[in-house]
């Protein structure tokens, strides 16, 4: 049977912890209570340790008297509070249950102080739980109230929207001044008294229905231009207007949103009508649903998240009751369980009605009262773990390790990797099969991270924004892991058995490049097979990296970046394999056509640079959004380790000392601004006033040791450069080794770090107790009084 303790530690919400009731902490004052009540018994025998006497039956009776008087009053103090004030129109409520308040006053004998830190103890914890619920209550409920509003609006607009699309096909609204030029202006906002708004398009076979439809609107404060009943203040301005707020989420919103910006500042005439971007379309009506829905979604977890909050929290109380009953011998707890019952936290019902009212909306509105299908957006089915994928992870690691020992002993005994033969060989093997070689380490890498983010509890799903269908856990990334070097090994093995007997290279050196092809084919593949939803999600982050800063930046977009910038090595790889089998190099053996042609000289330094360019764009689309200098210090970041990087590729074409220098001031720098990046902002660690020497004040790893272990082993992997500067004169295979080794150790470095930024992005959250997202909302209101 599991301890509580370990299944409340399991089914918490992680960004909440320090909000549950500390049941750990409580769990030691009654170890406490128990100690002291067991060393006072001990000293009682003790000091009535007379040995035999004529007495005894004396003292026995006696002993019974003294029991029998001591037993008719109660020997300890319980104290229960209502600590949670009520506001409004819930004050009535709390006169009511101020008479039901419960106070059990018992005499406590001065030995058991104990028992009153421990009840002390209690209530501060009762009243924390019950201070959190009502405050995310009164959000939740906020936001409840604020989607019922935009939802009417949304339905308001679709009905005029299809009521006028056969005589005039769209609306037409003036912008607001105080736009941004990223967001589409819905209504007429503030405006001066010489300006005149663009009137809707006239239609003589208007209905009465979308007349009633604009009439409400304009009673609720939303005003649609050229409406005659719209409300005035006595400027004669309109009292108040709705904007449509669209997110530039894409590469059109954006260059739209940019340009509009950029015309209304050159131009100094915010007033102007006519822009594409003053309709309003069915097109715009459909991202506002889409944001709309996406906030219910968002708003019916985060009321799943606050009743297993409370449901939780109760049990805990029961449990912690029932220990201190069981090691005081008394039977205090159905009183103070009375008092818990009677807490905000239980006997609120705000919550469950409004979970049926948000998911009756949903299934009403976005799911065409089809139950089944709202609740495949409101409570998506997480996937099971197979003991099939345990099985074929152990099947293909199995295979894998046989298939790699049968490869090194042929390869060692027909000499492949001797002076006379290793060049062709080697330059036709390595860069298709070291690319899959660091594709496979950096997916084990990732599968470690997901292991161990899941056994230290960090929210990853909800920090990357995971769909339930798109989500890998640990063991599919193996099973990906495992299967790819196994089929890329069985390659390797298939093809020097082949050269080993005779065919003609020029038939079986296309082998690598099929392989490259069978892999490129599956990724893109559309049946659904081979996790076919986690193969399209990372199409289209890669898709967002590709297009920064068109694209708006989340979470899983930079951090994949970063992933890239550690993979250069196999993007250069994939150079080498376009060229080797483009130009026919893989027939003719002419490895200088991929080696020292001007244009692949170039495309080098485009590919070395590409990764952190995407990143510093990245970076400056989040300035842009957010106006977080930050962000501007990060590009610096990548700019410099762009600059570093085309150092080192001209150096290693021209070793002079002048590049030499370059190099080493170039790298030095950046290598130091990374460190300093990685360290404190990445990690949040060096923090010289922490509690923990030079970390920070909240850790998930019990043992610091971690840490130190962790600057210090980041420290010397990103020095890797210095092989560089040193350059080692080897043989071409022990040239190629080298260079897939130094990539490797990149691999692990990045792995690494992935798990120590995931947790101080967690932590964060934590500190926030931030488990839920803030969607946009589309429509917003506009004092026009400015």
């Known amino acids: 049977m599991v301890k509580f303790s370990k299944e409340l530690e399991a089914q918490l919400i992680p960004e909440w912890k320090d909000a549950f009731v500390n049941y750990w902490q409580l769990k030691k004052h009654v170890k406490k209570v128990k100690l002291s009540r067991i060393s006072k018994l001990s000293q009682t025998t003790c000091s009535q340790d007379y040995g035999i006497s004529i007495f005894d039956p004396v003292r026995s009776l006696f002993r019974r008297l003294t029991s029998n008087a001591t037993n008719q009053q109660p020997d300890q103090i319980l104290q229960v509070k209502n600590t949670l004030s009520e506001q409004g129109d819930e004050m009535s409520e709390k006169d009511e249950d101020e008479d039901d308040e419960t106070e059990l006053v ?124 719209r409300g005035k203040t006595k400027k004669g301005k309109p009292k108040m207007a709705m904007r449509i707020d669209i997110p530039a989420t894409t590469p059109t919103r954006t260059i739209t949103a940019v340009t509009s910006m950029l015309w209304e500042d050159l131009v100094n005439n915010p007033k102007k009508e006519g822009g594409p971007s003053d309709y309003i379309n069915r097109k715009k009506i459909q991202c506002a649903e889409k944001m709309i829905r996406g906030a219910f979604v968002e708003l019916y977890r985060g009321l799943g998240l606050l009743k297993t909050y409370s449901s939780l929290n109760m049990v805990a109380f029961v449990k912690i009751l029932k220990k201190f009953d069981k090691v005081s011998n008394q039977q205090s707890s159905a009183t103070y369980l009375k008092a818990v019952k009677r807490s905000y936290f239980v006997s609120s019902d705000k919550v469950v009605k409004l979970t049926d009212e948000v998911e009756s909306s949903f299934t009403k509105h976005f799911a065409k009262d089809d139950r089944k299908k709202a609740m495949k957006f409101l409570k998506p089915r997480q996937q099971k773990s197979s003991h099939m994928v345990t099985f074929f992870v152990g099947l293909f690691t199995g295979s894998f390790v046989t298939l790699f020992c049968v490869y090194a002993i042929l390869a060692h005994i027909s000499g492949m990797f001797s002076r006379g033969t290793e060049t062709d060989y080697v330059e036709t093997i390595y860069p298709v099969f070291s690319m899959f070689a660091l594709l496979s380490l950096h997916l084990f890498m990732y599968g470690c991270n997901l292991f161990t983010w899941k056994a230290t509890r960090i929210n990853y799903n909800f920090i990357f924004e995971f769909q339930a269908g798109t989500t890998l856990k640990y063991k599919d990334a193996f099973l990906i892991c495992t299967c790819m070097m196994t089929t890329v090994v069985s390659a390797m093995v298939l093809h020097l058995i082949l050269i080993s007997n005779g065919f003609s290279p020029t038939e079986i050196d296309a082998i690598p490049g099929i392989l490259f092809l069978i892999f490129i084919g599956l990724l893109v593949c559309p049946l659904n097979i081979f996790y076919l939803p986690t193969r399209y999600c990372f ?240 429509f917003r209101e506009t004092d026009s009084d400015g």
């Open 106 to 229: 018992e005499h406590l004998n001065s030995e058991e102080d104990e028992v009153k830190v421990f009840f002390e103890k209690l209530d501060e914890e009762l009243e924390k739980v019950n201070q959190f619920y009502t405050n995310k209550e009164s959000e939740f409920l906020e936001r409840g109230e604020m989607l019922n509003k935009q939802l009417q609006i949304l339905l308001d607009l679709q009905q005029v929207l299809g009521s006028r699309r056969k005589s005039s096909g769209r609306f037409k609204f003036a912008r607001s001044p105080s736009s941004t030029g990223l967001l589409s202006s819905y209504s007429s906002g503030p405006t001066s008294d010489s300006e005149t708004p663009t009137e809707f398009a006239e239609s003589r076979g208007e209905g009465t229905q979308t007349n009633d439809v604009i009439s409400a609107l304009e009673k609720n404060g939303i005003n649609l231009l050229g409406a005659a009943t």
């Open 539 to 778: 199409l289209r982050v890669i898709r967002n990296i590709i297009c920064s800063p068109l694209y708006k930046v989340l979470m899983m977009d930079f951090f994949m970046a970063d992933q890239l910038t550690s993979q250069i090595p196999l993007l250069r790889h994939m150079e080498s394999t376009a060229c080797y089998f483009l130009a026919g190099s893989f027939k003719t053996h002419h490895y200088h056509t991929c080696k020292s042609g001007k244009l692949y000289r170039e495309l080098a330094y485009v590919i070395s640079f590409a990764p952190y360019y995407w990143r510093a764009m990245q970076c400056a689309r989040r300035w842009f959004d957010e106006c977080d200098v930050n962000h501007l210090a990060n590009l610096g970041k990548y700019v410099s380790a762009m600059i570093a990087a085309g150092a080192r590729l001209t150096y290693a074409r021209q070793e002079t000392q002048f590049w030499l220098i370059i190099v080493l001031v170039t790298s030095l720098f950046a290598t130091v601004y990374q460190l300093y990046w990685d360290f404190v902002k990445d990690w949040g660690l060096l923090n010289s006033k922490s509690k923990n020497i030079w970390l920070r004040d909240e850790l998930v790893l019990k043992n610091k040791g971690f840490y130190y272990i962790a600057i210090a082993l980041n420290f010397v992997l990103r020095v890797a450069w210095l092989e560089t500067v040193l350059q080692f004169k080897v043989g071409l295979f022990e040239s190629r080794l080298l260079e897939f080794s130094l990539a490797s150790l990149e691999v692990i470095r990045r792995g690494h770090w992935n798990y120590y930024r995931l947790e101080n992005e967690h932590l964060n959250n934590v500190g926030k107790f931030r488990a839920v997202k803030n969607v946009p909302l589309p």
